[in-house]
């Protein structure tokens, strides 16, 4: 064991992207599971199948890695033996219970794939939310694993420090002889477990490994390399029938890949429906669901069928899930349960419901979960497949072929046969700005600034350029007026403070934010000099008593000391303001 664990720590300690670090925990595990098997009762009557990786950090999946037994029985297993989120094969995903149980229990769980059953191995329960204990998963779940020849899983959490759980390993083996027994897994659970939690940090932090640009097509035009990873993800997932929950800010994007995954899944020949319940009063929700009957309730003069029948066979795709009220809520639970549901004033059968479901939110469901606005059993029953999209200002990389693609887009329905052209100066400007309202900001933005262009050629033209002015003019009618810039750059530096403390995964303390005013004074003195620049900032009082060299030296160690923290040089307009040179 400590040679394996030494070993292990070595591969670890090399790896520098997050597949490497999956292989070299994948390839321990299974060897020490299929360990344990050989030397239990159920010795030659079953097999370890496989082992998975499943990093889903902030309840959004990030990777999704699989090793296959047979890999190990190569020389020197490699990352391409490895299942990744881009790969061909879209089966390997686990349990929904199976992570729900984890996270709640804090430890690893054994499932009976034909029992049905899933049992944590040890300790109190360490509820992020509900405290009851999991013993059953759903059908779905059980079906999926039965089909891949999985009769024993056993699934180890991703625990990293600060009681933070990332993710989790999933083992699977096939034994028929163990169904309705106690299999390895208790026994082995410790041992397997040590290498998990050695393994955790560094599945957590590594980067991903590079991947190349997925091709882009109509529904998804633009691919940067900030989204590559995600949408190998969602690759894998489109092609499920499990529900996929998209968050992410308004604006980014969401139904996009909605109706992207609906086109690379089984269902692309029939129809996807997009229900926005933004657009629904809460006492229309339940009828625009699931429809009506004639005579249902005044108004109903003919029957109207509902967002799931015209799905039918279909995806169906319900943005702004947490602006359902609670009885639509306990309606929309019962379809997702049983796949049957009944139109307003329907006397009859209840009908089947084949489609496949596509959530989106902006809100923050777990803490809705919390203040009771949201029911925890739907949580979990949407919460299947989660993933995070990142809002633009994380996807710098996309912001000018997004701009590009929009503007070759208005052109064309102003003028089919013409070009238009973005000056490289327009799309620089473009990346520089901040993005609070992601790509439909940036849409508003590019024909506003085509709109101006045409003023400017005096109507209709077939070719045209949106140069830097007309984006600069464009921009200004954003809030109103040029003063916001100050206020979009002070959120974009909060927001880096931020991203700097999630990238960290450790407290950054916000009495690091004071730094701030060590930034401006260095940025005035460089501008004006020494006087001028505490003149210039309301602190003319220091100058007078002459302390102002003093505060000066002050506030720039306190951004010294930011600069510290994050390890990054201290910029030279901080070197050169508090240096004899300055003036």
């Given at each position: 064991m400590s040679e394996e664990l030494q070993a292990l720590a070595s591969a670890l300690h090399a790896a520098r992207h997050f597949e490497q670090a999956a292989l070299a925990t994948l390839h321990p595990l299974l060897r020490m599971a299929e360990q344990a098997l050989q030397a239990s009762r159920f010795a030659g009557k079953g097999r370890l199948l496989r082992g998975m990786v499943h990093l889903r950090p902030a309840e959004s999946y990030r990777r999704l890695v699989a090793l296959e037994r047979e890999a190990l029985d190569t020389p020197a297993p490699s990352e391409d033996s490895l299942l990744l989120a881009d790969g061909p094969r879209v089966s390997l995903l686990a349990s929904a219970s199976?992570?729900?149980?984890?996270?709640?229990?804090?430890?690893?769980?054994?499932?009976?794939?034909?029992?049905?059953?899933?049992?944590?191995?040890?300790?109190?329960?360490?509820?992020?939310?509900?405290?009851?204990?999991?013993?059953?998963?759903?059908?779905?779940?059980?079906?999926?694993?039965?089909?891949?020849?999985?009769?024993?899983?056993?699934?180890?959490?991703?625990?990293?420090?600060?009681?933070?759980?990332?993710?989790?390993?999933?083992?699977?083996?096939?034994?028929?002889?163990?169904?309705?027994?106690?299999?390895?897994?208790?026994?082995?659970?410790?041992?397997?477990?040590?290498?998990?939690?050695?393994?955790?940090?560094?599945?957590?932090?590594?980067?991903?490994?590079?991947?190349?640009?997925?091709?882009?097509?109509?529904?998804?035009?633009?691919?940067?390399?900030?989204?590559?990873?995600?949408?190998?993800?969602?690759?894998?997932?489109?092609?499920?029938?499990?529900?996929?929950?998209?968050?992410?800010?308004?604006?980014?994007?969401?139904?996009?890949?909605?109706?992207?995954?609906?086109?690379?899944?089984?269902?692309?020949?029939?129809?996807?429906?997009?229900?926005?319940?933004?657009?629904?009063?809460?006492?229309?929700?339940?009828?625009?669901?699931?429809?009506?009957?004639?005579?249902?309730?005044?108004?109903?003069?003919?029957?109207?069928?509902?967002?799931?029948?015209?799905?039918?066979?279909?995806?169906?795709?319900?943005?702004?899930?947490?602006?359902?009220?609670?009885?639509?809520?306990?309606?929309?639970?019962?379809?997702?349960?049983?796949?049957?549901?009944?139109?307003?004033?329907?006397?009859?059968?209840?009908?089947?419901?084949?489609?496949?479901?596509?959530?989106?939110?902006?809100?923050?469901?777990?803490?809705?979960?919390?203040?009771?606005?949201?029911?925890?059993?739907?949580?979990?029953?949407?919460?299947?497949?989660?993933?995070?999209?990142?809002?633009?200002?994380?996807?710098?990389?996309?912001?000018?072929?997004?701009?590009?693609?929009?503007?070759?887009?208005?052109?064309?329905?102003?003028?089919?046969?013409?070009?238009?052209?973005?000056?490289?100066?327009?799309?620089?400007?473009?990346?520089?700005?901040?993005?609070?309202g992601n790509l439909r900001q940036l849409d508003n933005i590019i024909r506003r600034a085509y709109t101006l262009a045409m003023v400017e050629l005096g109507g209709a033209s077939q070719e045209l350029e949106l140069r830097e002015a007309h984006i600069r003019q464009a921009l200004a009618y954003e809030g109103g007026a040029q003063s916001s810039a100050l206020v979009d750059a002070l959120s974009l530096a909060a927001r880096a403070f931020v991203l700097e403390a999630q990238r960290r995964q450790a407290p950054l303390d916000i009495d690091l934010a004071e730094s701030f005013r060590g930034f401006v004074l260095a940025e005035a003195v460089q501008q004006v000099g020494r006087e001028e620049a505490f003149k210039l900032v309301g602190r003319e009082s220091l100058v007078r008593s002459r302390n102002h060299l003093k505060a000066l030296r002050q506030e720039l160690k306190k951004a010294e000391a930011l600069c510290a923290e994050v390890k990054q040089p201290v910029p030279a307009s901080l070197s050169k303001a508090g240096s004899d040179e300055a003036s």
């Open positions: 199976a992570w729900r149980a984890v996270v709640e229990h804090g430890c690893a769980v054994s499932i009976d794939v034909g029992q049905g059953t899933l049992q944590p191995h040890e300790g109190p329960a360490r509820s992020l939310s509900a405290p009851s204990l999991v013993t059953a998963f759903t059908q779905e779940s059980q079906q999926r694993l039965l089909s891949r020849e999985a009769t024993h899983v056993c699934v180890f959490p991703l625990r990293v420090p600060g009681e933070r759980i990332d993710g989790m390993i999933a083992l699977e083996a096939s034994c028929m002889a163990a169904l309705g027994q106690e299999f390895i897994w208790r026994e082995a659970s410790p041992r397997l477990q040590l290498i998990v939690d050695m393994a955790a940090p560094y599945l957590s932090a590594l980067p991903p490994r590079p991947v190349k640009l997925p091709e882009t097509d109509e529904f998804l035009p633009v691919v940067g390399s900030s989204m590559a990873n995600l949408v190998g993800v969602l690759r894998i997932f489109a092609q499920q029938d499990e529900t996929i929950l998209v968050s992410g800010p308004t604006g980014a994007g969401k139904s996009r890949l909605a109706r992207w995954c609906h086109e690379r899944s089984a269902r692309r020949q029939r129809r996807f429906e997009s229900l926005d319940l933004m657009t629904v009063p809460e006492e229309l929700q339940m009828s625009e669901l699931f429809g009506w009957r004639k005579g249902a309730f005044s108004g109903a003069v003919k029957d109207n069928p509902g967002c799931l029948a015209r799905a039918e066979g279909g995806t169906l795709f319900i943005d702004e899930i947490d602006k359902l009220s609670l009885k639509a809520q306990a309606g929309l639970l019962h379809v997702l349960e049983d796949r049957t549901y009944r139109a307003l004033g329907d006397a009859g059968s209840e009908q089947r419901a084949n489609v496949r479901f596509i959530v989106g939110t902006n809100a923050d469901l777990l803490d809705a979960v919390r203040r009771g606005t949201f029911r925890e059993d739907l949580y979990y029953r949407i919460n299947v497949l989660p993933v995070r999209v990142p809002p633009l200002d994380e996807r710098r990389d996309e912001v000018g072929p997004w701009a590009r693609y929009m503007l070759a887009r208005h052109h064309r329905e102003k003028n089919p046969a013409g070009v238009a052209r973005l000056a490289s100066e327009a799309e620089q400007r473009l990346e520089q700005s901040p993005w609070p």
